[in-house]
C-alpha cells in the first residue's frame, strides 16, 4: 500500500451514531492533517498534528475528536453529528518542520459522510 | 483578511484549446503557492509548489507562473484527461502546516 489511504469510503450515520474514520500514511512522514471539504466551498482545514503532537484546531465542534497514537496513523471520531456535517473529509500528511521550503502535503482519497 | 480567489468557477474548453486559470492571493509573507488537481470523488493531487514572484513550474501540458499577488496555471492543448478541478492554496510565513485553499476551478475538456 503507498500514498495516504482512509477508510471507510464512505459512511451513513445517524446523529445518534458514533463513528471513526482511519486514516494510514505510507510516506514517511511526521505531521498530518485533517480536511472538510463541503460543495462549492474551499477545503476547511480541522486539524493539525506534528510528530503526534496536535498543533492546530481551527475552532472545530467538540463532537469531532480526532487522534493521533503515532505519526502514520489519524483518527477522527464522529460523535452526534448533524446534518450540516456531511461532507468529504480528507486526511493528508506532509514532511514536518517549521519554517523553510517545501510542506507540500498529500491527500488521501477521502470519506464521503452522509448524516441522517 | 486573507484570501484566496479563483477565476473563473468553470471553464469549458475544446480539445486543444489552450487557456489559462486564475489564483490571486492577499496574504502577507507568503511562504509558497500550491497547486492541485482534484478528481470526483478523489483527494486533491499534488501538482506544483511555487516560492517567488517569477518562479515558473512545468509539467506536461500545464504550467505555473507565480507574480506578487497571482498565480497562473496555463493549459496547452489539452485533453479531456486534463478535466478537473484545479485548486490553489497558499501558506504563509507564520503558518506553518495551514494551508489556505481557493475555491476551485472546474475543468471541462471536451473531444
Known amino acids: 500500500e503507498t500514498g495516504v489511504t482512509q477508510t471507510p469510503r464512505h459512511l451513513v450515520m445517524g446523529m445518534t451514531n458514533k463513528k471513526s474514520l482511519k486514516c494510514e500514511q505510507h510516506l514517511g512522514h511526521n505531521a498530518m492533517y485533517w480536511y472538510k471539504q463541503s460543495a462549492k466551498k474551499p477545503l476547511e482545514l480541522m486539524f493539525v498534528y506534528n510528530f503526534k503532537e496536535q498543533t492546530e484546531n481551527n475552532s472545530v465542534p467538540s463532537r469531532f475528536s480526532p487522534e493521533c497514537p503515532n505519526s502514520s496513523h489519524l483518527f477522527l471520531h464522529l460523535h452526534t453529528l448533524q446534518p450540516e456535517d456531511s461532507a468529504l473529509y480528507l486526511c493528508a500528511s506532509s514532511p514536518a518542520g517549521a519554517g523553510g521550503m517545501g510542506n507540500e502535503q498529500f491527500f488521501g482519497p477521502g470519506t464521503r459522510l452522509t448524516v441522517l | 483578511e486573507d484570501q484566496v480567489t479563483q477565476s473563473p468557477e468553470a471553464l469549458r474548453l475544446q480539445e486543444g484549446e489552450s487557456s489559462s486559470l486564475n489564483c490571486s492571493y492577499t496574504?502577507?509573507?507568503?511562504?509558497?503557492l500550491f497547486w492541485y488537481r482534484q478528481d470526483p470523488g478523489k483527494g486533491p493531487e499534488f501538482l506544483f509548489t511555487?516560492?517567488?514572484a517569477g518562479e515558473e513550474k512545468e509539467k506536461e501540458r500545464l504550467k505555473a507562473t507565480l507574480t506578487k499577488k497571482e498565480s497562473f496555471l496555463h493549459i496547452t492543448a489539452p485533453k479531456p484527461e486534463d478535466s478537473a478541478t484545479y485548486l490553489c492554496a497558499v501558506r504563509k510565513t507564520d503558518s506553518w502546516g495551514k494551508l489556505q485553499f481557493g475555491a476551485g476551478t472546474q475543468v471541462v475538456v471536451t473531444p
Open positions: 511555487l516560492y517567488s
Open positions: 496574504v502577507s509573507g507568503l511562504r509558497g
